[in-house]
């Protein structure tokens, strides 16, 4: 019994001494002390403050660096329009003086022609009063008397005359009259050479206005374009991407902004169509089912020889042309100048956003070579060639390509 008890003892003193071995082993890992902030193995408080400060500041470096963008393309736009708007009055003042010119020329040949009338109805005139004089002196009433054919002689004298007296009436009435006229018909010259010098120095005016226009934004397209592309090299770093997937990535929401706001305008012009439609059927009872100057080069008067030449240097040949014509007749008129009030579109190719032309030349606002050469070039890698982008453009409604 002794040695069981014995040994009974002897196990629960070996339990208890594990038992102390155990706590031991454990007790002191779990009141071990947190490690300091900056050792451990995770971020610590100040570590992720520190971070969604870099995060916030990022985020508004981004929004500064977007911001610049858009502020110099929207300066831009307004360069576009401003142009656009005096190349158009231009266009018109020319039209104006084109008309005035044809009217005062017309006028001259008038007057012209009125003064010979005149001069002629004066002659016969003086024709008719010299004769009457020759019949009259020196004294053909006594010559008439004596001669042997007496009475018969005087009345034969009376009524020659009568017949000459009529006749230098009616012609003095026609002098008369062709005075009156002529004289109106100067006048009317006058007015219209008036007219004249008026849109003459109208589309002097405005020439002047289109070439400082001109001169002006070839310096801040310049000088915003370098804005843009500052803007661009930022977001790009800021995005850790390139500058070219940046670029193309702000030349595309531009584009999408753009072609929606041109969406939005072709549905309420529907629309506003359908309610005019409407308004006459309910009305009526029955349904019923868009210049030229001395100032201007010869490209911008007349791009199309310059896109022709062109066209072979991308690989169109000449069946091409047609389609070619087609498309850009129905984009912008071959207008250097044109903008579309909606999506603001620019150019004989309506690029946009505008600025795109840039990657040919600087001068993309007002030359039209430049810009021809960057829409053959879009052309070309998107579509292949003009026919298929006349066909896609046909395709669309709102038209586009």
């Not at 004596?146 to 034969?156: H, I, M, R, T, V």
């Not at 803007?231 to 531009?254: P, Y």
């Not at 012009?269 to 308004?279: S, V």
Request: proline share 4%; aromatic share 6%.
């Amino acid at each position: 019994m002794a040695s069981s008890r014995c040994g009974i003892g002897s196990a629960l003193v070996v339990l208890f001494a594990a038992g102390m071995l155990a706590g031991a082993s454990v007790t002191p890992a779990l009141a071990a002390p947190r490690p300091s902030p900056g050792h451990g193995v995770f971020p610590s408080q100040h570590e992720v403050e520190a971070a969604k400060a870099r995060a916030v500041a990022a985020a508004a470096e981004v929004r500064a660096a977007q911001a610049r963008f858009d502020a110099a393309s929207a300066q831009l736009v307004a360069i576009e329009q401003s142009l656009s708007v005096a190349v158009a009055a231009y266009g018109e003042a020319q039209d104006r003086l084109a008309g005035a010119t044809a009217r005062a020329s017309q006028a001259a040949d008038l007057t012209a022609a009125a003064t010979q009338r005149a001069e002629a109805a004066e002659r016969v005139v003086r024709r008719s009063a010299a004769l009457v004089y020759e019949q009259a002196t020196p004294n053909p009433m006594l010559e008439a008397f004596l001669s042997s054919g007496g009475p018969q002689d005087l009345a034969d004298l009376d009524t020659g005359l009568t017949a000459i007296s009529a006749r230098q009436v009616d012609a003095y009435a026609t002098a008369s009259s062709s005075a009156n006229e002529a004289a109106a018909d100067r006048a009317l010259a006058d007015r219209a050479r008036v007219q004249q010098a008026d849109a003459t120095a109208v589309a002097h005016r405005d020439e002047q206005d289109v070439q400082a226009k001109a001169m002006a934004s070839e310096h801040e397209v310049a000088e915003l374009t370098a804005q843009q592309d500052a803007a661009v090299a930022m977001l790009a770093k800021l995005r850790r991407t390139s500058a070219a997937v940046e670029k193309s990535r702000q030349e595309g929401l531009a584009a999408e902004a753009a072609r929606r706001a041109e969406a939005a305008r072709a549905a309420a012009a529907d629309r506003a169509a359908r309610a005019r439609a409407a308004t006459r059927a309910r009305s009526s009872g029955h349904l019923y089912a868009s210049g030229g100057g001395a100032g201007l080069t010869a490209a911008q008067l007349n791009p199309k020889p310059v896109a022709r030449s062109l066209m072979g240097s991308y690989g169109f040949g000449a069946s091409q042309w047609g389609c070619l014509d087609s498309l850009w007749t129905g984009e912008s008129g071959w207008n250097w100048s044109a903008r579309n009030p909606s999506s603001g579109a620019y150019g004989i190719p309506q690029a946009l956003p505008a600025y795109k032309m840039g990657s040919v030349a600087g001068d993309w606002l007002v030359d039209p070579t430049t810009q021809l050469v960057w829409g053959l070039g879009y052309i070309r890698s998107a579509y292949g060639s003009p026919c298929v982008a006349w066909s896609t453009w046909l395709s669309r409604s709102p038209h586009w390509y």
